[in-house]
C-alpha cells in the first residue's frame, strides 16, 4: 500500500510559481509511477503530469508543457510538480497519484492509478 499527502499548494498571482510536494509511505513506492491531476469547480479530474518509477520518463498534458516539471526524489520518498508561469485556468485542486508498476502505463487515466493523496488547493489570481 502506498499513502499519499501532497502539501504546498496556495494562493498566488498570475505568473508566479509554486512547488507542490507528494510525500509517500509504503515499501512499493520506489517501484511506482506517479502522477498529478487536477480538478476545478464543476470540472472532471484532469491529468497534469506523470512520471515513471525511476524518474527517467515523464508526461505532461499539452497545456502545462514548458511551464511545469515533474521530479521524484526515490531516497527521500517524494514526488514534486514545480509549476511556473501560473495562469488563472492552473486553479485547481491538485492530487498525486500511484500506480504501483515498472512496465509502461495509461499515465493520462486517473482511474489506472490506484492511490490518492488528499488534494492541495492552488489558487490563481489575474
Known amino acids: 500500500q502506498v499513502l499519499l499527502v501532497e502539501s504546498g499548494g496556495g494562493l498566488v498571482q498570475a505568473g508566479d510559481s509554486l512547488r507542490l510536494s507528494c510525500a509517500a509511505s509504503?515499501?512499493?513506492?520506489?517501484?511506482?509511477?506517479v502522477g498529478w491531476f487536477r480538478q476545478a469547480p464543476g470540472k472532471g479530474r484532469e491529468f497534469v503530469a506523470s512520471?515513471?518509477?525511476?524518474?527517467?520518463?515523464?508526461y505532461y498534458t499539452d497545456s502545462v508543457k514548458g511551464r511545469f516539471t515533474i521530479s521524484r526524489d526515490n531516497a527521500k520518498n517524494m514526488v514534486y510538480l514545480q509549476m511556473n508561469s501560473l495562469k488563472p485556468e492552473d486553479t485547481a485542486v491538485y492530487y498525486c497519484?500511484?500506480?504501483?508498476?515498472?512496465?509502461?502505463?495509461?499515465?493520462?487515466?486517473?482511474?489506472?492509478?490506484?492511490?490518492w493523496g488528499q488534494g492541495t488547493q492552488v489558487t490563481v489570481s489575474s
Open positions: 497519484a500511484a500506480i504501483v508498476t515498472v512496465w509502461d502505463y495509461d499515465y493520462s487515466n486517473p482511474a489506472a492509478y490506484d492511490y
Open positions: 509504503g515499501r512499493t513506492f520506489s517501484s511506482s509511477a
Open positions: 512520471i515513471n518509477w525511476t524518474g527517467g520518463i515523464t
